[in-house]
Each structure stands twice: as C-alpha cells, then as structure tokens.
C-alpha cells in the first residue's frame, strides 16, 4: 500500500528540516512516501505508533 500524505508543517518544523539541508526532489515543497504492507491485524498497532509520532512531532515543532 502507498501513502502520499497531504501535510502541512509547522514553521518551526521547516526551519529544523532546512537547517538540515535536505535533498528535495521537487523544490519548495515538503513530503515524504510511506509504503506500508503489515499484515491485516497488525494495522491497529501501526496506525497507534504513527499517532504517537505525529503527536511528539507536534508538541516539539507546533508553532
């Protein structure tokens, strides 16, 4: 399964990522592919650990 999230990042967020100097394959935008393929019973648990990254994400980065 493919993943091309729509995600708007914090200012402070984009800062840390341009002080990282990232490679971008389209300039001026931010975004990330995510291929998943767990089995059927092991999504629940996938989805609660990407929640739990975005929450930390935010609380360190949320503007």
Known sequence: MYLFPCINLPQKAIAAAEAAKPRRFVPGT?????????????????????TEFHESFMDEFRN
């Open 30 to 50: 931010w975004h990330f592919r995510c291929t998943i393929l767990p089995q059927e019973d092991k999504i629940p648990a996938i989805v609660n650990r990407l």
